[in-house]
Each structure stands twice: as structure tokens, then as C-alpha cells.
């Protein structure tokens, strides 16, 4: 079992930046994978980013590239995502989520709460 734990959510204004963290216990040894989600009121659940857990290969979708960056601090089983250039079409619950034991993401955080204002 993995243990997600997000922080890092609120309101900023467009423009501005904020940083995720999600922080993983448990067994972290069976991590493969961890990604952050989104899912903006009315619309469904889309993967932003997500890093490969032991060679920190990257991915982000399109509409964040360049904005916001993915990271994984090992030592303390912790996963960030930087968050630049906030627009109010990025307002959303973000999730954190582990891929683990080569199946899907089977893992997932309570979610938190980002708001950008126009």
C-alpha cells in the first residue's frame, strides 16, 4: 500500500505561481510512475504531468508546457509540481497520483484545491 498526501493548493491570481507537494509512504519501493492530475468542474479528469519515479523521465500535457515542471525528491518520497504563468483555466482539484507494481495508477491523494483568479 502508498500513501499520498498533497499540500501546496489555493487562490492566486493569473500570472502568479504555486508548487504542489505530494508526499508518498508506505511501500514507496513499488512506485513505478507518479503523475498529477486534474479535474476542473464539469469536465473530466486529465494527467498534466507525470515523471517516471526512478529516471525522472518527464511528461506534461500540451497546455502546460513550458509553465509548469514536475519533480520527484527520492530521499523524501516527494513530488512536486512548480506551477508558473497561472491561468484561470488551470483552476482545478489536482490530484497526485502513484503507479505502482506495473499496474495503473491504483494510488491516489485526497486532492487540493488551485483557483487562479482573471
Known sequence: ?????????????????????????????????MAWFRQAHGKEREVVARIIWRLSNTYYVDSVKGRFTISRDNAKNTVYLQMNSLKPEDTAVYYCAAQADGKGYNYWGQGTQVIVSS
Open 1 to 33: 500500500q502508498v500513501q499520498l498526501v498533497e499540500s501546496g493548493g489555493g487562490l492566486v491570481q493569473a500570472g502568479g505561481s504555486l508548487r504542489l507537494s505530494c508526499a508518498a509512504s508506505g511501500h514507496t519501493f513499488s512506485i513505478d510512475a
